[in-house]
């Protein structure tokens, strides 16, 4: 008997409307890219590389070479400014254009390789991602933070792969009444201005910090520029710099990268320890997001308290980092299935890495 088909359609499930968001993403950090370096990346529904070439500059493009379909990572090679497949010696240079090919008197002027326009700041390596290959709208600022090794510590870092779409992460900085709770703080923060205009948002606020010697009054302020660069800078306890890098894997995945720097108050030991407290804080909290962001419908009409964070000035600013359709036939979008917490063991968590200590 023939097996039917119809037992074997599986229905696949929208987890959200939104496709992949356009913007500046953060690809890897700077430290982990030497110069020669090919890493392969998975973001944005694509097979990507990120490498560096001889002159210190960092590229991004896709990972199959356009002759055969070789993934340049698994043994590729950088020459100058130069990109090799391993597979048959062609090169291409960061247009993404074939230089060489080693065999033959002249080039192929069709193997084109896209490229994404790429940047490295604040010691973070960040591509340009945009469906329809448009250039860049705005730029990735100067943190001065992260560019003053006198004033501020070394960069501490933690990140996280987590099995939802960007707006749903992104919206949990507008949404002030989980704090108390999700991540049990004291207060709820006292929201004072949201202000967006063009892919920037800007949010000042007030919250009260749990700290070991009791709680703290302190301010949040959010910059985000774009879908997946934001500087938090809390201040209060002691001056920290959180630059928070969400990078969509897909449409339903997002790795989520923290940059913290805190402001050095001379005796070194004690910035050491706040800042360890207040980067274990930050952790516990999206550690205590995760399940929720996991397991949580989307829903296009949320009942809403009339205390609650601005969402909808949030989700208006948010639209505008689709170009491609949003799919708007239905009112609730539920994942396919139940999540476990699924958050990744960094390497400095695992290790113990103590950057912070001079
Ligand atoms: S597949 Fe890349 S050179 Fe042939
Ligand atoms: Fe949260």
């Not at 982990?32 to 490498?51: H, M, N, S, T």
């Not at 606020?205 to 949040?220: A, C, E, L, Y």
């Not at 009942?303 to 491609?324: I, M, N």
Request: glycine fraction near 6%; aromatic fraction near 12%; proline fraction near 8%.
């Amino acid at each position: 008997m023939p097996t039917a088909p119809e037992h074997q359609h599986v229905r696949e499930v929208v987890r959200s409307p939104f496709p992949v968001p356009f913007g500046w993403f953060q690809v890897c950090w700077a430290t982990e890219l030497a110069v020669g370096d090919i890493r392969p990346v998975d973001y944005f529904d694509r097979k990507l590389v990120v490498w560096r070439d001889e002159d210190g500059a960092p590229h991004v493009n896709d990972a199959f070479c356009p002759h055969l379909g070789a993934h340049f990572a698994f043994g590729g090679s950088v020459h100058g400014t130069d990109l090799a497949c391993p597979f048959h010696g062609w090169r291409f240079d960061a247009a993404g254009r074939n230089t060489l090919i080693p065999y033959s008197e002249r080039t192929n002027r069709k193997a084109c390789v896209r490229t994404y326009p790429t940047v490295e700041r604040n010691g973070l390596v960040m591509a340009w991602y945009h469906p329809l290959g448009e250039p860049p709208a705005w730029e990735i600022p100067v943190v001065p933070e992260f560019n003053d090794p006198d004033g501020y510590t070394p960069m501490e870092t933690r990140e996280y792969e987590i099995q939802a779409p960007w707006q749903e992460l992104a919206e949990n900085g507008v949404d002030a009444a989980h704090f108390r709770y999700v991540h049990h703080t004291e207060q709820v923060p006292e929201l004072e201005s949201y202000e967006t205009e063009g892919p920037r948002t800007s949010m000042r606020s007030i919250q009260k910090f749990p700290t070991p010697r009791g709680v703290v009054d302190g301010r949040i302020d959010a910059d985000s520029f774009g879908p997946g660069f934001s500087v938090i800078r809390f201040s209060g306890i002691v001056d920290t710099i959180l630059m928070g890098c969400n990078t969509p894997v897909g449409r339903n995945r997002c790795h989520m990268r923290f940059s913290f720097t805190v402001a050095r108050l001379g005796d070194d030991a004690l910035s050491s320890t706040v800042g360890q407290a207040f980067v274990a804080e930050i952790d516990k909290q999206v550690q205590e997001d995760t399940p929720i962001w996991q397991n949580k419908a989307y829903l296009a009409r949320p009942a809403l308290a009339d205390t609650d964070g601005p969402f909808t000035r949030f989700r208006k600013w948010a639209s505008q980092f689709y170009a491609e359709d949003v799919d708007d036939s239905q009112l609730v979008y539920a994942p396919a299935e139940t999540h476990e917490s699924a958050v990744v063991e960094t390497a400095s968590r695992r290790f113990g890495s103590d950057p912070f200590a001079d």
